[in-house]
């Protein structure tokens, strides 16, 4: 169980680098306004491809590329992320603004950290504090948060004050009174919210819809509508034992996982990773709770655009929905596709694949040292 906790942290990261579509895609949950998030930011091979653009690596700045491989933002940034809502953060020096997908700056780089714009509005972060901006770089919130959830969700995110959580609108007014000890992010108009040792749902307004009785709880999901939850102990035996469950809004038990299978991360393309606790391998189970993809693998991540990325023998490959390989476990690294692209790290390099498995960009031997990339059109044996 421990290194399913491990996996859900990992995956939480590197949901940082998904769309504000929180609706069951993979890894879309967000870790809050940590150093862990920020240094999960700062690998190339994290960055998704996105809105036509990918972050390129050459003579030590960075740029972008389009789906054809072709550099159409010269590197010249010292740091730079993928594109959402038109907009994408760079870093000039030790300070971070926002350019266009013509890579004209929009925001002057100013703050000392800056996270993705999510429904129109974006949390920067100066002196510890966080706040947060609009479109044109005008504070709505001037810093004051020391802690707050990575973006907002069905126009609400959570903020840490006194010690306790609670939710702020778009305009940065109070919308439900911090008194909860941990917050998650809404979906689908509720929020996992941790009070009194146990866990429960509100709603907008801030009144529980589904009792404080759990000892975990995540986020609900567009398809199917379910939320994995923990339940304690004493109510899992009388429930055959089992300790996650999936509950659906009215508060149902509507799926169990296989025995011995704990789930994480989310459902997409009708499966969700999980691992098998009796054999420490792991698979994917469907919305019936059976094993759709049987644990035979080191590690799993979710998938995307039909294709789910598996760790077997110390590389990534792709599998997919019925667990056969696209493309065969050869990388470091890889990331989600996104817009038929997916980023990887292959024999030290980063770089950018389609899905036949042909890098359509690939980081020079150098480390991105060289004055200039071409585009890879190898396979990556």
């Known amino acids: 169980m421990k290194r399913a906790g491990v996996v859900l942290i990992v995956i939480a990261i590197a949901g940082l680098c998904n769309s504000c579509d929180s609706g069951g895609k993979s890894g879309s949950s967000r870790k809050r306004g ?34 054809s491989g072709r550099i159409v933002i010269r590197p010249r940034f010292d740091k730079a992320w993928h594109f959402q809502e038109g907009v994408a953060e760079v870093a000039i020096g030790k300070k971070l603004g926002y350019i266009d997908r013509t890579g004209k700056v929009v925001i002057h780089p100013r703050f000392d950290w800056a996270l993705p714009f999510c429904e129109g509005v974006a949390w920067v972060k100066n ?24 973006r907002f969700a069905d126009g609400l995110a959570g903020v840490r ?15 439900i009174t911090p ?16 009070k009194g040792g146990h866990w429960g749902y509100i709603d907008s307004k801030g009144d529980t ?26 109510q899992g035996s009388l ?42 391998k792991y698979g994917f189970i469907n919305a019936k709770g059976k094993w759709a993809i049987p644990p035979r693998f080191d590690l799993v991540r979710g998938f995307s655009e039909g294709l789910g990325r598996v760790h077997i023998a110390g590389k990534w490959g792709y599998i997919d929905t019925k667990g056969n390989f696209v493309i065969e476990p050869r990388f470091e690294e890889a990331q989600s596709f996104n817009e038929g692209i997916a ?39």
């Open 239 to 280: 429930l055959g034992g089992d300790v996650y469950v999936f509950i659906d809004r009215s508060d149902r038990i509507v799926m169990r996982p296989p025995p011995g299978g704990i789930p994480y991360d989310g459902f997409s393309d009708g499966v969700m990773p999980a691992t098998d606790v009796k054999t420490n």
């Open 161 to 175: 004050v006194d010690g306790k959580w609670g939710y702020i609108d778009k305009k940065g007014a109070i919308a």
């Open 127 to 150: 002196n510890g504090l966080w706040g947060f901006i609009d479109k044109k770089g005008s504070w709505i919130v001037r810093p004051k948060y020391k802690d707050m959830s990575a």
């Open 34 to 67: 940590t150093s862990e998030v920020e240094d999960a930011r700062d690998d190339l091979y994290l960055s998704i491809f996105s809105e036509d653009r990918g972050v390129v690596v050459v003579g030590g700045k960075r740029g972008y590329i389009d789906k």
């Open 209 to 234: 819809r589904i009792p404080f009785r759990f000892t975990e709880a995540w986020w609900f999901q567009k398809d199917p509508p379910y939320a994995l939850v923990k339940v304690p102990v004493e």
């Open 179 to 194: 008194t909860y000890d941990k917050a998650r992010m809404f979906t689908q108009g509720l929020a996992a919210v941790r």
């Open 343 to 381: 980023p990887v790290l292959h024999r030290g390099r980063a770089g950018y694949i389609d899905r036949s498995g042909k890098f359509i960009w690939k980081e020079p031997e150098s480390g991105g040292k060289k004055e200039t990339a071409t585009k890879a059109t190898e396979k990556g044996d």
